[in-house]
T-cell receptor, first 114, second 116 residues
Framework: DARVTQTPRDKVTEMGQEVTMRCQPILGHNTVFWYRQTMMQGLELLAYFRNRAPLDDSGMPKDRFSAEMPDATLATLKIQPSEPRDSAVYFC???FGQGQETQYFGPGTRLLVL | AQKVTQAQTEISVVEKEDVTLDCVYETRDTTYYLFWYKQPPSGELVFLIRRNSFDEQNEISGRYSWNFQKSTSSFNFTITASQVVDSAVYFCALSDLGGATNKLIFGTGTLLAVQP
């Protein structure tokens, strides 16, 4: 049963610290998405990769967030420096296709910035 | 602009009741996809169904069924004979064809509580 995996599942950190979240997409999938879920904003797209190339990161605060795919089996989302308003659940999703493919979500990383 | 509306914030039913979750969408595109996801208390998002705009046939999967009506821009989800395990937040989503992004536009979700 192929699944998207994310680490860590939970992260508590202090304001100003760097946070790195990792995602392993389903083997063979060529698209990776990062979403953030908060009570106020709901689910919002932060970044989108296809074949490891970033296609859209317009939803991401550029000054402190960065997303990369070092290889096809790993996607990372970094926040530096972290702020309390970054507290949220961060989901990674993967899919296969050129557009409108189904996105399969990981379990999420619950981030709390104190 | 694309938009998904789930007007029902919370629904509470007793086990074995049927329940319908409403989803209304707005889009200028003629080709689009609609999705339903389930988010149980454990937090993960579970894919339930994907439907393209050219296929208006209703779909049934076990106790789950979906009614897609382009004329009313609705994609409603019905659970028959609900069970406690169905308790979750359910999200309807629309794929955005604008630009190069395969962005899912989510509704605000409907919290379904099934009481024993």
């Amino acid at each position: 049963d192929a699944r998207v995996t994310q680490t860590p599942r939970d992260k508590v950190t202090e304001m100003g610290q760097e946070v790195t979240m990792r995602c392993q997409p389903i083997l063979g999938h060529n698209t990776v998405f990062w979403y953030r879920q908060t009570m106020m904003q709901g689910l919002e797209l932060l970044a989108y990769f296809r074949n490891r190339a970033p296609l859209d990161d317009s939803g991401m605060p550029k000054d402190r967030f960065s997303a990369e795919m070092p290889d096809a089996t790993l996607a990372t989302l970094k926040i530096q420096p972290s702020e309390p308003r970054d507290s949220a659940v961060y989901f990674c999703a993967s899919g296969f296709g050129q557009g409108q493919e189904t996105q399969y979500f990981g379990p999420g990383t619950r981030l709390l910035v104190l | 602009a694309q938009k998904v509306t789930q007007a029902q914030t919370e629904i509470s039913v007793v086990e074995k009741e049927d329940v319908t979750l409403d989803c209304v969408y707005e889009t200028r595109d003629t080709t689009y996809y609609l999705f339903w996801y389930k988010q149980p208390p454990s937090g993960e998002l579970v894919f339930l169904i994907r439907r393209n705009s050219f296929d208006e046939q209703n779909e049934i999967s076990g106790r789950y069924s979906w009614n897609f009506q382009k004329s009313t821009s609705s994609f409603n989800f019905t659970i028959t004979a609900s069970q406690v395990v169905d308790s979750a937040v359910y999200f309807c989503a629309l794929s955005d064809l604008g630009g190069a992004t395969n962005k899912l536009i989510f509704g605000t979700g409907t919290l379904l509580a099934v009481q024993p």
